[in-house]
């Protein structure tokens, strides 16, 4: 299930900001990624246009190179 920036806001709004943010991906094989800015500089984030051929927004976050595998702390508390 996709969640919303309003829900990114309220899972993250009462936390320390100057935590880094990684990303957990794929259960079966548990790997670890920062989430950088992308390219040139464009920011840590895109949000799409609609258009006529995709009407609906989209905000992409960018992940950088994998750091290595997850954590075993984090993969037991989701469940992986």
Known sequence: MSITVGELIDA???LDHDLE???????????EYPLEYAIDNMGPV??????????????????GGQIGY???????????
């Open 46 to 63: 895109l949000v799409t246009v609609p258009t006529e051929e995709d009407p609906q927004s989209f905000v992409y976050l960018f992940e």
């Open 70 to 80: 997850l954590p075993r702390v984090v993969r037991e508390e989701m469940g992986w």
């Open 21 to 31: 943010v990684h990303l957990a991906t794929q259960p079966t094989y548990p790997l």
């Open 12 to 14: 993250l709004e009462d």
